[in-house]
């Protein structure tokens, strides 16, 4: 019976939520209407950009993502500890991402290095991956995303991205890696 009730929970949290696709064409949010903030889908799809630049990835077809932004509480009721990552099924290229609170550029750069390391089996040292990570959410930082400008709308990421980014200064949003369970 609790699963049931668990599944008619998700089914109800879903009808709650509000709806936006990435220009890249890799990822999809959901949003709780009471989630605080909101998921900054340009951003998102830009991390994932950048750590692929990072990585040495490109030209390889990238992984689907599901972001779902929802509350504290929605999270209690779920069972969901806190943000975390999870990979749809054993060969699914499909990730899910579950943002619980407020986003943030720290968020992002984290998820898209790790969806990027589990999606193509990367063994990353952790001093590799927070530096990564690092990089990732300085560029997000020291970014102005101009909305109506649109990003590459394809599912490939080209071998060079022309960033036109110099130096990056990291802010307030980019804290240490956490650690990898």
């Known amino acids: ?15 709650t939520m509000r709806a936006s696709a990435g220009e890249t064409g890799h990822s999809l949010v959901l ?3 009471d989630a605080p903030g909101s998921v900054d889908v340009r951003k998102l799809d830009e991390s994932v950009l ?3 630049e990072e990585l040495h990835l490109g030209g390889r077809p990238l992984p689907v993502i599901a972001v779902f932004h929802i509350s504290v509480s929605a999270a209690d009721r779920l ?3 806190g943000t975390s990552l999870w990979r749809n099924g054993g060969d699914s290229k499909r990730y899910e991402l579950w943002i619980v609170g407020e986003p943030s ?3 992002y750069s984290q998820m898209a290095i790790s969806i990027l390391e589990r999606h193509f ?9 927070a530096q990564a990570i690092q990089s990732v959410c300085s560029r997000l930082d020291s970014t102005v995303i101009a909305k109506g400008l649109p990003l590459q709308s394809r ?7 022309n960033v036109g980014i ?7 949003s980019c804290g240490e890696a956490p650690d990898r369970k």
Do not use: F, Q, Y
Not at 1 to 15: D, H, S, V
Not at 166 to 172: A, I, L, Q, R, T
């Open 121 to 129: 089996a990367l063994d990353l040292d952790a001093a590799r991956r």
């Open 1 to 15: 019976m609790r699963r049931k009730g668990r599944w008619l929970w998700i089914t109800l949290l879903i009808l």
């Open 50 to 52: 950048w750590a692929v």
């Open 79 to 81: 069972g969901i500890g």
């Open 105 to 107: 550029n720290n968020i």
């Open 155 to 161: 599912r490939t990421v080209p071998h060079k991205m």
């Open 166 to 172: 110099s130096k990056p200064v990291c802010g307030d």
């Open 31 to 33: 949003e709780m209407v």
